[in-house]
């Protein structure tokens, strides 16, 4: 049992997992790069500001998910996609 870890590892897909999608990486970068570009900018912030920041991000999904229309979706928010309306 303790060899059969390595070749799993080895570049292989562990039994459960899904395998990996060549553009995963892409998604994984996009909403971060979104949520700085749109809402908190590119500035660093203070532990002391946390709360406001939580607050404004909050705000953010709402708008994200409700309103902001994604490309990836042909221009339809994501609730509007899922409801088909």
């Known amino acids: 049992?303790?060899?059969?870890?390595?070749?799993?590892?080895?570049?292989?897909?562990?039994?459960?997992m899904p395998?990996?999608?060549?553009?995963?990486?892409?998604?994984?970068?996009?909403?971060?790069r979104t949520l700085r570009k749109e809402c908190l900018g590119w500035c660093s912030y203070k532990l002391s500001e946390r709360e406001e920041l939580q607050?404004?991000?909050?705000?953010?999904l709402g708008y994200y998910h409700y309103e902001r229309p994604h490309l990836a979706l042909d221009m339809q928010t994501p609730l509007a996609s899922v409801c088909r309306i």
């Open 1 to 16: 049992m303790c060899d059969l870890l390595p070749r799993l590892l080895a570049g292989r897909v562990l039994p459960g």
């Open 19 to 32: 395998p990996y999608l060549e553009n995963e990486q892409a998604f994984v970068e996009s909403f971060p």
């Open 55 to 60: 607050k404004e991000v909050q705000e953010y």
